[in-house]
């Protein structure tokens, strides 16, 4: 490994001084997120963490503060580090370190001061493992197999991370039982759709500020992100123009109500591209050379490589930062194409990430998912496990209580008529 600037060798940190800063987005979230808090309450009173390790590999972020410092509460022992390389909030990051958690991150990371931070939260010879996009997972199977036997379970939060540890578990290369936190209802349905169709569509406007209304977007992928990005991007009066490969999702688009055509067709009249496939290659060098003069590009996937930046970079003839966030590059015919945060997740790059609000269910069911590998993990063989049905109902129940809904229940007699086969017409 190239040796680590010398500014981090001490400090697995940023900024010390950001702290108090960080402390105040952090109480922010705490005041938007009830189910988790009423989880921590409740843990932190029984310690039902009480000496477990936890490394955990997922955005530092003010939401995921709340989870490590909920973990810390319930008795847990936890090292973190971020699992992208420009989402870390320095400032929450500090604050987390001055309550005395192990936290390697900070934003701008190169690729190998990424894996470096990964390692060292392995050092404490954690228990468990809670990632999101698989990169703490892969490094235990692969570069640091000597921690995999003190390793009892672990979690993945996002969509791209479950392929991954699927395709493990289908080859048999996976070593310790996982759950697939993204798949809960109360996760995928609501994060992916509501928290990144917002928050998405709020990193391409810090980062450009341009008017979403009579603007042509096309959102690739129709699934959780996808549905989410495109229903805000219409409600902000753009045209929405949906891309995919799927027949079924690209049916429902149109069904939706929106325009859906190949890549190659929508390069030439689109005005914001945001992909979310979860895929790579998405849009490459031969849609950049139809696309018009002062596109916008932009990824809500988990990794930079749906908009390939590499083939941005080889045809283009000059680039220049005109914003944060956002790289304007000239291409030899004088057109000029925007990239934005590098081609990383756009929400977490250039905003915050996710709301509080819907983090609440995702951190919600993260916390309940160690919960159940302390308890059940020796039954739990090398495999991916679901979210039970009873967890996914239970956390809802919690959020619609804390927003004060109130539901229906069924009747013995409804529950009957719905059970049985006997009544018909
Ligand atoms: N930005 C965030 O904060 C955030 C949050 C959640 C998920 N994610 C990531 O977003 C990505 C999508 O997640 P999801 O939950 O929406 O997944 P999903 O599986 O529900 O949807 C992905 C869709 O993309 C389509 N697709 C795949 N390849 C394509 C291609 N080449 N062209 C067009 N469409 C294609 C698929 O058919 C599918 O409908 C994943 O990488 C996931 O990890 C990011």
């Known amino acids: 490994m190239k040796k680590l600037p ?5 400090s697995k940190i940023k900024d010390k001084s950001l702290a108090p800063a960080g402390r105040l987005k952090i109480e922010w979230a705490e005041s938007r997120m009830p189910v988790l808090m009423s989880l921590r309450a409740i ?4 310690k039902s963490l009480h000496g477990v390790k936890i490394a955990g590999c997922l955005h530092v972020t003010k939401e995921t503060a709340v989870l490590v410092e909920t973990f810390k509460e319930a008795g847990a022992q936890v090292a973190w580090s971020g699992c992208n390389p420009l989402s870390t909030q320095d400032d929450v990051a500090a604050a987390l370190d001055a309550n005395g958690v192990e936290i390697y991150a900070w934003r701008s990371l190169s690729p190998e001061e990424y894996y470096w931070c990964i390692e060292e939260t392995l050092k404490i010879k954690p228990d468990y493992t809670l990632d999101d996009g ?4 892969f490094t235990v199977h692969t570069k640091h197999t000597e921690y995999l036997s003190g390793l009892k379970g672990g979690t993945e939060e996002t969509t791209t991370g479950i392929h991954r540890i699927r395709a493990m578990a289908r080859e048999g ?3 310790y039982p996982l759950i697939a936190v993204n798949d809960a209802e109360t996760k995928s349905d609501f994060d992916n759709v509501y928290g990144t169709g917002q928050s998405a569509i709020d990193g391409v406007i810090r980062a450009t500020n341009v008017l979403f209304s009579g603007k042509n977007v096309v959102i690739s992928g129709y699934g959780h992100c996808g549905r989410g990005l495109s229903s805000r991007a219409r409600g902000l009066g753009a045209n929405v123009i949906v891309t995919e490969v799927d027949p079924i999702k690209a049916l429902r688009a149109r069904m939706d109500g929106f325009e859906v055509v190949t890549m ?3 390069a030439a009249t689109g005005d914001v591209f945001i992909t979310a496939t979860g895929c ?8 950049f050379s139809r696309m018009k003069d002062g596109a916008i590009l932009a990824n809500a996937g988990h990794f930079n490589v749906e908009v390939s930046a590499a083939d941005l970079e080889r045809l283009s003839t000059r680039k220049r930062e005109v914003r944060p966030d956002n790289m304007e590059y000239t291409l030899p015919s004088g057109k000029h194409l925007y990239l934005l945060a590098e081609g990383r997740l756009v929400n ?4 915050e990430g996710h709301p509080s609000e819907v983090m609440d269910m995702s951190f919600a069911n993260q916390f309940l998912s160690i919960l159940r590998l302390v308890n059940e993990s020796n039954r739990m063989k090398p495999d991916v496990y679901e979210i039970p049905r009873s967890q996914d109902e239970e956390v809802a ?6 927003m004060g809904i109130k539901i229906d229940a069924l009747t013995p007699e409804q529950s009957k008529y719905l059970s049985g086969w006997e009544e018909g017409t």
């Open 6 to 10: 010398c500014c981090f060798e001490m």
């Open 397 to 402: 129940r919690l959020k619609l209580q804390s």
């Open 280 to 287: 790579k290659d998405v849009i490459t060098k031969n849609h």
């Open 264 to 266: 190659e067709d929508a």
């Open 43 to 46: 843990h932190a009173e029984k």
């Open 173 to 175: 290369k996976l070593r």
């Open 134 to 137: 698989g990169d703490l997972i």
């Open 348 to 351: 977490l790059a250039a905003a």
